[in-house]
């Protein structure tokens, strides 16, 4: 497909703005930090997208497949005496192969017992970790080697940025190869992709395999960039956040879902900072216990930042599930792509007239 000189000026755009952030934002350490940390939902979210939008295969295991990579890697490193790569690589193939298991198990049965086979298997996850003690440090965590020995944000910047390009530029190849043909056809209709000879379970555990390890990869980078790791990571609040940054940038397009990341983990963060109004502050004094089951910090300045965030993220969520089912991103980025191949079919509809008169 030829591309527009739109859409190669908005490409160039966007990358000299993603090259430059670090140069933008360097007396601001911690909106790096925040743009690195958006760039791994980013990678989360759109992998998702490939397995719910394109697959048709609705999990919420991909915060676990992070946390078996991110603890593999940090007990290989810590035990073994493995160098981060090598933890990484290795705890990103563990990841593969737990996504393996769970794709042989249960991906013969219909999405219904994926999501909920996928959420039991979070949960006892999550469960087991913070039991081990020894192995894992259980609720107080386990510390991992630093990936890259330097006070400086700025590597961590560009590994994380690079790590976002590769991933969506080898999830765009396979959504538009042969596999990721059979993947709609499984979609749309798994009889009828069935009755034209697609192995429905064998191309249903490839995308839950290559989700899985994009996922574990993702974790386990950013695990040795935080340089801590807890089992909280797998609340379903957590995962819920993934499933929403699809959502809201579109979850049949990868580029939307991970842009869509990208904006809702910036917004959460520029919202830190609106109050609640004074009013509602004795019932949430009253919901304490609640609110950190859920991750948010208690306090007088606590709930004044992280609950009114969460309500306008919910907000926007909900408007996005209303009006926007295929994500508020999407129909852009939809429309720019389509631009010039609309152009071309229609030059073609009116040269093929031409002769025929």
């Not at 979210?45 to 490939?50: C, G, I, Q, R, V």
């Not at 939008?53 to 991909?62: E, N, W």
């Not at 490193?77 to 933890?87: A, E, I, K």
């Not at 300045?301 to 996005?320: C, K, S």
Request: proline share 3%; glycine share 8%.
């Amino acid at each position: 497909m030829k591309r527009s000189l739109l859409q190669w000026l908005i490409i160039a755009v966007g990358a000299v703005v993603m090259l430059g952030v670090p140069f933008a934002l360097g007396n601001k350490p911690y909106w790096l930090h925040v743009a690195i940390v958006a760039y791994f939902y980013a990678i989360l979210a759109s992998s998702w997208a490939l397995l719910a939008g394109y697959a048709g295969q609705f999990s919420f295991g991909h915060m676990a497949f992070m946390a078996v990579a991110a603890y593999t890697s940090g007990i290989l490193g810590r035990d073994l005496g493995m160098t981060p790569v090598q933890s990484i690589i290795i705890g990103t193939l563990t990841s593969a192969v737990v996504g393996f298991v769970i794709g042989v198990l249960c991906l013969r049965l219909r999405s219904t017992y994926l999501a909920l086979f996928t959420l039991a298997f979070s949960e006892i996850l999550r469960l087991a970790l913070n039991s081990e003690l020894d192995l894992t440090g259980g609720p107080n965590g386990l510390t991992l080697e630093l990936l890259v020995d330097t006070t400086s944000r700025v590597p961590y910047y560009y590994i994380m940025l690079g790590l976002l390009i590769v991933s969506l530029a080898f999830m765009y190849w396979l959504a538009n190869s042969s596999f990721g043909l059979f993947f709609h056809a499984i979609r749309e209709d798994e009889e009828a992709a069935a009755a034209m000879g697609v192995n429905i379970v064998r191309y249903k555990i490839m995308a839950f395999v290559v989700t899985s390890l994009i996922a574990g990869l993702a974790g386990a980078v950013e695990a040795h960039y935080i340089g801590f790791i807890t089992p909280n990571i797998l609340i379903i609040a957590q995962m819920s956040i993934v499933v929403a940054m699809a959502i809201i940038g579109g979850v049949e397009s990868l580029l939307g879902a991970a842009i869509g990341a990208i904006f809702v983990q910036f917004m959460l963060e520029l919202l830190r900072e609106i109050p609640m109004p004074a009013s509602i502050m004795p019932t949430l004094a009253q919901m304490e216990g609640t609110l950190e089951a859920f991750g948010l910090s208690v306090g007088e300045h606590g709930i004044l930042t992280n609950a009114w965030r969460l309500v306008v993220f919910g907000f926007v969520l909900i408007l996005t599930l209303r009006f926007y089912q295929n994500g508020l991103l999407y129909p852009i980025i939809d429309r720019l792509s389509r631009r010039p191949v609309l152009a071309e079919t229609v030059a073609k509809r009116i040269q093929a007239t031409e002769v025929e008169s």
